[in-house]
């Protein structure tokens, strides 16, 4: 496997993400369990858009409904550069403050 982000592999032989032990989360919280790394999904993010918008001059719009959890759209909405793309989604676009004029509605 190969490690990325804030991914290690600690004195225990677990896997640990965000400095959080995978093997403890799934004690508390059960399986299956979807840990996102904060940190590389916001570089993943800039990177991507880096990318488009200097290759392509593209306008680069998170879709939610990839990913659509409070935590990730708050995040999205901290990234201000980042438009953001919501499928239906108005409660994650208002809980997550997002403001208004900046998500783009589709079906």
């Known amino acids: 496997m190969k490690l990325q982000g804030t991914m290690i592999i600690n004195d225990l032989g677990h896997l640990e993400i965000g400095g959080c032990d995978t093997v403890e989360l799934a004690k508390d919280y059960g399986t299956?369990?979807?840990v996102i790394d904060e940190e590389l999904f916001r570089q993943?993010?800039?990177?991507?858009?880096?990318?488009?918008?200097?290759t392509y001059g593209a306008e680069v719009i998170y879709a939610s409904k990839t990913?659509?959890?409070?935590?990730i759209c708050a995040i999205v909405n901290q990234e201000a550069w980042l438009r953001r793309g919501f499928r239906r989604r108005a409660f994650h676009c208002c809980k997550?403050?997002?403001p208004h004029g900046q998500g783009i509605f589709s079906r």
């Open 32 to 34: 299956p369990l979807y």
């Open 96 to 98: 997550s403050q997002i």
């Open 44 to 54: 993943n993010c800039r990177d991507y858009y880096q990318a488009f918008t200097e």
């Open 67 to 71: 990913l659509s959890n409070l935590a």
